[in-house]
């Protein structure tokens, strides 16, 4: 069982930044994704950045490319997601995703943490 806790949400102005952290606690699989997918209410959920366990290829959604990168820490099991340039468009629930077999679907993730607010004001 692999349980994944999301930290660095918060309320931002419009051009900021912020920092969001992932730690997962269990042994996830080799040859997975693990994600970054954002929600608002009444929307789906949308796959934002991802990272591929073997080779740490990383995959970023053409609405946020340039602006939000995604990285990790192999030691401590903890991927982060980097967020420059902030729009109010970028409100949303975000949400840490594990062992998924395709990096911007949803229901392909096993595990998901239990989300991490983004607030950008206008």
């Known amino acids: 069982q692999v349980q994944l806790v999301e930290s660095g949400g918060g309320s931002v102005q419009i051009g900021g930044s912020l920092t969001l952290s992932c730690a997962a606690s269990g042994a996830t699989s080799s040859s997975s994704f693990m994600g970054w997918f954002r929600q608002v209410p009444g929307k789906e959920r949308e796959g934002v950045a991802a990272i591929y366990s073997d080779n740490g290829n990383t995959y970023v959604a053409a609405s946020v490319k340039g602006r939000f990168t995604i990285s990790r820490d192999n030691a401590n099991n903890t991927i982060f997601l980097l967020m420059n340039s902030l729009k109010p468009d970028d409100t949303a629930m975000y949400y840490c ?7 911007f679907i949803a229901l392909s993730y096993n595990y998901w943490g239990q989300g991490t607010q983004v607030t950008v004001a206008s």
């Open 97 to 103: 995703a594990a062992d998924g077999s395709a990096p």
